[in-house]
C-alpha cells in the first residue's frame, strides 16, 4: 500500500516531465553536443567532435567579437534598465497624482507602445523616424537649418537609437507595474508625513518605494532578462538583411544569430548559445538569492 502511495505522484507526473524533456531538456542538451562538433556549412553530416574548440575560440580569441558583443549586452541592459525604472516611477507618481484629471485615459494611451506588435513598432521608427530622407527627426532637423543625420550608421548613434526605441516599447509595461503596485500603499502614511513637514522627495525615499520594491521586483528581474536577450530591435534596425546600415553593433544575442544563420557556423553559435544559457542561470540565481534575502 505504501510502494503505490509512492508509485501514484509519478504516474501522474510522467506525462509532465516526457513534455518537459522534449520540449525544454532535449534542444538543450542537443545544444551543448553542437557546440562540441565542427558542425557548419562545410560540415553537414561529415561533422567530427573537436571538444571544447568553439567555446576556447569565442572566449579567447580577440578578434572573435564575442568579447565586445558581451560587453555591449551588459552596457545595453544596464542603461536600458536604469533608465526604465527611474522614468517609469515618475511617470506613474505623476499619474498618481491627486486631483490628476483624465488620469485613466493618460494610462490607457500609455499602454498602445506596449500592445503594438513589435516587428510592426520597429518598422515604422526604422522608416517614419530614423530614415534620413523621410524620417521624422531628420524633417526637424532640416527645418531648424540643420543637416541631415543617419541614426543607424554608426555604433554610437545606432546604439542610442536602438535604446530609445526600446524604452518607447518596454516603458508602458513598467509604468502599468509601478503603478499597480502604488495602489496598494496606505495614503495615511502620506498624510502623517505631511503633517511632519516631509517633501516629495522624503516621502518617496521613506514610504513610497520601501512599500512597492517587493511588488515591482520580479518585474524589474523579469524585464531585464527580456532586455538582455533582445533581438528583433537591434537586428530589424541594423543589421536585417537587405537593409544594413553600415553600423557594427552586436549583442550577444545577434553574435549568435549571425554565426548560425549568417556564416552557418552551427557548432561555434551553439556554444556561444550555452555560454548565454549558463550567464542567464548564474544571474538567476543571484538575482533570486538577493530576493529572498531582502524577505
Known amino acids: 500500500m505504501k510502494s503505490k502511495k509512492k508509485i501514484t505522484p509519478w504516474i501522474y507526473f510522467t506525462p509532465a516531465l516526457i513534455l518537459i524533456s522534449v520540449i525544454i531538456v532535449f534542444p538543450i542538451l542537443y545544444t551543448g553536443y553542437i557546440s562540441l562538433t565542427n558542425m557548419n556549412v562545410f560540415h553537414w553530416f561529415d561533422y567530427k567532435i573537436i571538444g571544447f574548440d568553439n567555446y576556447q575560440r569565442a572566449l579567447l ?3 572573435s567579437g564575442f568579447i565586445k558583443a558581451v560587453l555591449t549586452t551588459f552596457i545595453w ?31 490607457t494611451l500609455l499602454m498602445f507602445p506596449w500592445a503594438m506588435p513589435a516587428y510592426v513598432s520597429i518598422l515604422l521608427w ?36 536602438c535604446m530609445v526605441l526600446n524604452l518607447w516599447m518596454a516603458l508602458p509595461f513598467m509604468i ?25 522627495l522624503v516621502k518617496n525615499m521613506y514610504i513610497t518605494i520601501p512599500s512597492i520594491k517587493q511588488i515591482i521586483a520580479p518585474a524589474v528581474i523579469m524585464t531585464t532578462f527580456t532586455t538582455f536577450k533582445q533581438f528583433d530591435i537591434i537586428y530589424l534596425l541594423t543589421l536585417q538583411k537587405g537593409s544594413l546600415t553600415g553600423s557594427t553593433l552586436q549583442t550577444i544575442i545577434t553574435y549568435a544569430h549571425q554565426n548560425a544563420f549568417v556564416s552557418n557556423n552551427y557548432g561555434l553559435s551553439s ?24 524577505v
Open 126 to 161: 526604422r522608416v517614419g523616424i530614423y530614415n534620413t530622407e523621410f524620417g521624422l527627426l531628420n524633417k526637424i532637423f532640416v527645418s531648424l537649418g540643420l543637416g541631415k543625420m543617419n541614426f543607424l550608421s554608426e555604433n554610437v548613434p545606432a546604439f542610442i537609437a
Open 271 to 294: 556554444a556561444v548559445s550555452i555560454i548565454i544559457f549558463l550567464i542567464i542561470i548564474v544571474c538567476s540565481l543571484g538575482t533570486n538569492r538577493g530576493v529572498k534575502e531582502e
Open 77 to 107: 541592459t544596464a542603461l536600458n534598465m536604469v533608465i526604465q525604472v527611474v522614468v517609469a516611477y515618475l511617470i506613474a507618481v505623476g499619474l498618481n497624482t491627486p486631483g490628476l484629471k483624465l488620469s485613466r485615459l493618460y494610462k
Open 61 to 63: 580569441k580577440i578578434d
Open 176 to 200: 502599468m507595474m509601478i503603478d499597480g503596485a502604488l495602489q496598494s500603499v496606505d495614503r495615511c502614511y502620506y498624510e502623517s508625513a505631511t503633517l511632519d513637514g516631509a517633501g516629495f
